[in-house]
């Protein structure tokens, strides 16, 4: 039982704290899962977020699914679940409650107080892989850079990205151990 209160809290602060939502959420989350609580490693990690990604949904909650259940089975995939979605929900209900109460002049600085925050965490969220790939070898640089180019230059990928990510999921698996 005190797995799943770890892992409530855990996805509820991720919940709360995630302006910006998609990919500003991992840091957040890989902070709560590798160096604060252990629950995996950076490999592990790595993993989670690439199952996150691939399967439809927010990647912040399969995240919270895909670790609520490695850590605590189905009670705690259930947990950490309801805690990521239900946390921002009210709390951004209370903010709401709050700007409606005060000028536009304050809402509106508010607002933009916030944009900063949302940089900071995107660019954050780029480190982490970035690290990983790096880590992994010149395979892994090469194929990274091999992405970014294909990405950019080749319109098909563009339009059908699960075509690239099936490619470059079967080389990483031949070129990267």
């Not at 910006?20 to 977020?49: C, H, R």
């Not at 895909?66 to 009670?75: H, K, W």
Request: glycine share 8%; aromatic share 8%; no cysteine.
């Amino acid at each position: 039982m005190l797995k799943v209160a770890a892992l409530i809290s855990a996805f509820a602060q991720i919940g709360i704290t995630a302006f910006g939502g998609g990919l500003s959420t991992l840091p957040l989350i890989e902070y709560q899962l590798v160096t604060k609580n252990g629950w995996m490693d950076a490999a592990g990690f790595a993993k989670m977020v690439a199952i996150s990604q691939m399967t439809p949904g927010p990647i912040a909650v399969n995240a919270a699914t895909f670790a609520g259940y490695s850590e605590a089975g189905v009670i705690g995939s259930a947990a950490a679940t309801l805690a990521i979605i239900a946390a921002p929900i009210l709390a951004l209900t209370a903010v709401l409650l709050v700007l409606k109460r005060v000028t536009p002049e304050k809402s509106k600085r508010f607002k933009q107080l916030l944009r900063p925050v949302v940089a900071g965490l995107l660019t954050l969220s780029i480190v982490s892989p970035l690290m990983t790939t790096l880590k992994n070898g010149p395979a892994a640089v090469a194929l990274f850079l091999a992405g970014l180019v294909m990405l950019r230059y080749i319109r098909f990928f563009k339009e059908y990205p699960i075509v690239m990510l099936t490619i470059f999921g079967a080389a990483g698996a031949v070129f990267i151990r």
